[in-house]
């Protein structure tokens, strides 16, 4: 079993920026990718960023060049630093984490992106 909390979340006005967490325990050496997932009103959800094990990340285009996913090792957190928000970016964020086939799932933060 894997364990996720995020963090980090909030209200920020477009243009700005946040920084989600994701503390993660349990079986975290079973782990070979972790991603970020948002979800917004009305809407499925998508697939924000992932990083690998090794640590090759990709993005989803709408937020390449905006977000950044990273991993600390030392204390097994995983991040989502997010710039240039826009009102487009409101939605919950969810970590993720998979072992093999199984998906691990917080239980998500809230980013509202208004003026």
């Known amino acids: 079993q894997v364990q996720l909390v995020e963090s980090g979340g909030g209200l920020v006005q477009p243009g700005g920026s946040l920084r989600l967490s994701c503390a993660a325990s349990?079986?975290?050496?079973?782990?070979?990718?972790w991603a970020w997932y948002r979800q917004a009103p009305g809407k499925e959800r998508e697939l924000v960023a992932g990083?690998?094990?090794?640590?090759?990340?990709n993005y989803q285009g709408s937020v390449k060049g905006r977000f950044t996913i990273s991993r600390n090792n030392l204390d097994n957190t995983v991040y989502l630093q997010m710039n240039s928000l826009k009102l487009e970016d409101t939605a919950v964020y969810y970590c993720?984490?998979?072992?093999?086939?199984?998906?691990?799932w917080g239980k998500g933060t809230l980013v509202t992106v208004s003026s």
């Open positions: 993720a984490a998979y072992e093999g086939t199984m998906a691990y």
């Open positions: 349990g079986r975290i050496f079973s782990i070979s990718i």
């Open positions: 990083i690998t094990r090794g640590g090759t990340a």
